[in-house]
T-cell receptor, first 114, second 115 residues
């Protein structure tokens, strides 16, 4: 079952602008992860935010998590052409579970125009 | 370099044929996963294994089979019972044992088409 759902489905921005995408999920989580997928390639892990964290940064990426609303956002600042990709959020089992599988949303396709 | 290797990159299946997709990792990860991705969609879990000689069905296991005889290897067989096998197949691996979901490392996929 796919727990995470990204919004919007697609996003087109000018180079240098910021891109924001959101993820909503349904049940309690251990952590939430964001991945990037370039066309025809595998996914690359970007950032993991734990359920007791509210914000996390990695380079030009900023992720927020609101467990009361069961939602997360990924912000890419000062976008570059190389950021053109699909971005997926992924959630796992409930806290305390020994199940390590993830559920992925359908993704947000980001196009950065030069 | 540590990583996950999937082969072949492209595969064609004839009617009634079983085909096997290879996935090998040298990351010393206990858990391995197989996903199917259809155009413009997210990943759906086919099978996963959290330890050698053990595996569980994911959300769409029908028409697929796996084995996990070695830690490094998790081959996926697409059987003739899978009537719509055309898709992009991704293999991933992760560590386990820390009580929460760990980042998954992905291969570069196998694109399977029907002849």
């Amino acid at each position: 079952s796919q727990q995470g759902e990204e919004d919007p489905q697609a996003l087109s921005i000018q180079e240098g602008e910021n891109a924001t995408m959101n993820c909503s999920y349904k049940t309690s989580i251990n952590n939430l992860q964001w991945y990037r997928q370039n066309s025809g390639r595998g996914l690359v892990h970007l950032i993991l935010i734990r359920s007791n964290e509210r914000e996390k940064h990695s380079g030009r990426l900023r992720v927020t998590l609101d467990t009361s609303k069961k939602s997360s956002s990924l912000l890419i600042t000062a976008s570059r052409a190389a950021d053109t990709a699909s971005y997926f959020c992924a959630t796992g089992a409930r806290p305390g579970s020994n199940d390590y599988k993830l559920s992925f949303g359908a993704g947000t396709t980001v196009t950065v125009r030069a | 370099d540590g990583g996950i290797t999937q082969s072949p990159k492209y595969l064609f299946r004839k009617e009634g044929q079983n085909v096997t997709l290879s996935c090998e990792q040298n990351l010393n990860h206990d858990a391995m996963y197989w996903y199917r991705q259809d155009p413009g969609q997210g990943l759906r879990l086919i099978y996963y294994s959290q330890i050698v000689n053990d595996f569980q069905k994911g959300d769409i296991a029908e028409g697929y089979s796996v084995s996990r005889e070695k830690k490094e290897s998790f081959p996926l067989t697409v059987t003739s019972a899978q009537k719509n096998p055309t898709a992009f197949y991704l293999c991933a691996s992760s560590t386990t044992g820390q009580g929460s979901n760990q980042p998954q490392h992905f291969g570069d996929g196998t694109r399977l088409s029907i002849l």
